[in-house]
């Protein structure tokens, strides 16, 4: 039965199946108990944002909270990997990586390569990215490219419920660490979910719309962006392909070269730092691969090369918009040395 | 306000989630004669492109639509009308068309098909109901889909149907959004299945309609229990001859990405580029379910182990007497159009051409019309 709900609730339904189905699945992160059961706890919330309430009350112990200590916790859930369990650890802002970068990226990226293949990490750490949120350079970036950046890591960055819900599961019955990226500002955002099980396979984009003219190719967040400057191309008889990445490790090569193949024209979207980013890497690659399809010049739109703002008209300035989007997309239609309109989308 | 004479054309609704279609262009000129089954004009959707078949026939005195255009459901788009009916009665007929689609066609008006679930031997299996539209409720029609399939392959039967019968459209278990788990996934297995959802919903008799796996599935329900069962449409059905295409039924049963799908799927009709984007994604989300994949393997190592159908029943239903047709596409890649004779003399055999396995989408105005006929004055034994 399918019935429409929020990515909050996703994420949360995603977790309490997967208790359900497997005993070794356990959760632990800073406040995602909430204080549920403790003296003179008044309101259990589950979390900084309410993604976890109520899963204590049916899983018991196998939610636990945490110190405030990255670095333990973080460890400690990649050893339990490594042990057997299948631990959900909560980061609750992924900012908060550079405090536990060993234990990520020495330690559970690792084992698999140094141990010869014998010890395997099925562990998951989840937490919020993104801008817009009012929450400040520390706890709105989108740091997706230091994940990609290193083998033996997973990065997966839903778009709506639906995914959320499946990629969820997926990362937690799969055997390698997984970087579970929710975009904070999607939480509310509602769509048709089934309320059964299902695992979407990682390395398979979503095609949210077919276009013949130019290719958009994003994730998380900016993908909503890029779906309305889609809307506003085609009143300008523009027909954009929207491409979903989904999972940005592995990452679905295929489908953006089959893409840009029929299209020649490309728009990568990324709302992290320009620099080595998913979009310098997605030019880059369409580059090498299918150099001979593009009739233009591949385009980025990215966030620019500073820390968040605080303030929130610079802040909205910050994460890309539909607008930059459609322009970017004119652009690559528009003939060499010419200026293309720019389109309110 | 009601002129019998003059017959609207509107933009179909196929499914429950149809709201709007794009009226992709006209395939009659203004004042071309049309007769019930032409094919009129071509609509997409974000799940199928579709020919809009004539239901009624005429001139095609006016066309409202234009090409390129997007309609909501039920948009009067264009009128049929005999020569002889002057242009005055036609407009007036257009202006008064225009208020209830505009004024509020609100939800009491809004008679499609629901979604239902019963509780049966067999699990939750999740059902359409439509309701006869002509009043009385008529007989009970019951579709069943095939292999893979759902009730959402009936999209452009269901309606039709309902202008006679209350049409009921089930999700065979392992299917859809019914229990995914298959207790028995043999033929007995699924019959006893459909009787224990007849049992649920209160049905004591009703017209089976079965497409492909679903047909061998309603042939074997008649046998076990045919005081349940007035009569039998098979279309594209399984259980005639031995023959099958396996590579379809492993192809559809390993596919998990959208690359791997659609191939599998365009096999499944004459024209290929009727497999659009949201079926492949309706497909995939089906087929991620837990428990799915697991169902699709018991279902084939039962019934089309080594490439051949399992069990033929085209024997003993000949044998029952009870009034059956049979449909096919001619162009059908999974199941041969030849075993559209298998019943020889007791059933009504047609094989459509220019359409594939999915017949009852791909020609959805003859299929329809023929199970009108079949369900509505059904003769025994009658063979063309």
Known sequence: MSRKISMKQAINEALDLEMRRDPTVIVMGEDIVGG?????????????????????????????????????YIGAAIGAAACGLRPVAELMFMDFMGVCFDQI????????????????????????????????????????????????????????????????????????????????????????????????????????????DVTIVSYGLTVHRAMAAADALARERVEAEVIDLRTLSPIDWDSIVESVERTGRLVVVDEAHPRCNLATDIAAYVGQHAFGALKAGVQMVTAPHTPVPFAPSLEDLYVPSAEAIAAAALRTLAPTGTTPRSIAA | MLNE??????????????????????????????????????????????????????????????????????????????????????????????????????????????????????????????????????????????????????????????????????????????????????????????????????????????????????????????????????????????????????????????????????????????VGRKLVDDLLKYKRLDGVEAALRALSAALFADGAQAEILAGAVAATGLPTLVVWGEQDRVIPAAHATALGHAARSVVIPNAGHMVQMEAAGKVNALLKEHIGTPATGTAT
């Open chain 1, 105 to 212: 990226f020495n330690q559970a990226a690792k084992f698999r390569y140094m141990f010869g293949g014998k010890a395997e990490t099925p562990v998951v750490i989840r937490g919020m990215v993104g801008a817009g949120f009012r929450a400040a350079a520390q706890h709105s970036q989108m740091l997706t490219p230091l994940f990609t950046h290193i083998p033996g890591l997973k990065v997966v960055c839903p778009s709506n419920a639906y995914d959320a819900k499946g990629l969820l599961i997926q990362a937690i019955r799969d055997n390698d660490p997984v970087i579970f990226c929710e975009h904070k500002n999607l939480y509310g955002m509602e769509c048709e979910v089934p309320a059964e099980s299902y695992a979407i396979p990682f390395g398979e984009a979503n095609v949210l719309r077919d276009g013949d």
């Open chain 1, 36 to 72: 549920t059961g403790a003296h003179g706890e008044a309101d259990a919330w589950g979390g900084v944002l309410g993604v976890t309430k109520g899963l204590h009350a049916k899983h018991g112990d196998r939610l636990m909270d945490t110190p405030l200590s990255e670095s333990a």
């Open chain 2, 5 to 274: 004479r003059i017959k609207p054309i509107v933009m179909p609704k196929w499914g429950l989630s149809m709201s709007e279609g794009k009226l992709t262009g006209w395939l009659k000129r203004p004042g071309a004669s049309v007769a019930l089954g032409d094919e009129l004009l071509e609509v997409e959707t974000d799940k199928i492109t579709n020919v809009v078949e004539a239901g009624d026939s005429g001139i095609l005195r006016r066309v409202l639509g234009e090409p390129g255009t997007v309609y909501p459901v039920k948009a009067l788009i264009a009128v049929l009308a005999e020569p002889d009916v002057p242009d005055s009665e036609i407009d007036a007929f257009i202006d008064a068309y225009a208020a209830p689609a505009t004024g509020g066609a609100g939800e009491e008006e809004e008679a499609g098909p629901r979604y239902h679930f019963a509780e049966t031997p067999a699990g939750t299996l999740r059902y359409a109901k439509r309701d006869g539209t002509r009043g009385e409720s008529g007989p009970a029609v019951l579709l069943l889909h095939g292999f893979g399939g759902d009730l959402d392959n009936w999209l452009f039967t269901i309606d039709a149907l309902a202008e006679s019968a209350t049409v009921y459209a089930l999700d065979l278990p392992g299917h859809g959004q019914s229990a995914k788990t298959l207790a028995d996934p043999t033929l007995a297995g699924l019959s006893k299945a459909v009787l224990g959802f007849m049992d649920a919903a209160g049905i004591d008799r009703a017209h089976l309609v079965g497409h492909s796996m679903g047909g061998a599935v309603s042939m074997r329900t008649a046998l076990d229990a045919p005081e349940r069962v007035a009569s039998l449409s098979l279309i594209a059905s399984a259980g005639l001859g031995s023959a099958i295409d396996h590579g379809y039924i492993q192809g559809f049963t390993a596919a998990n990405s959208r690359r791997d799908l659609k191939p599998v799927l365009e096999t499944l009709f004459a024209d290929q580029s009727l």
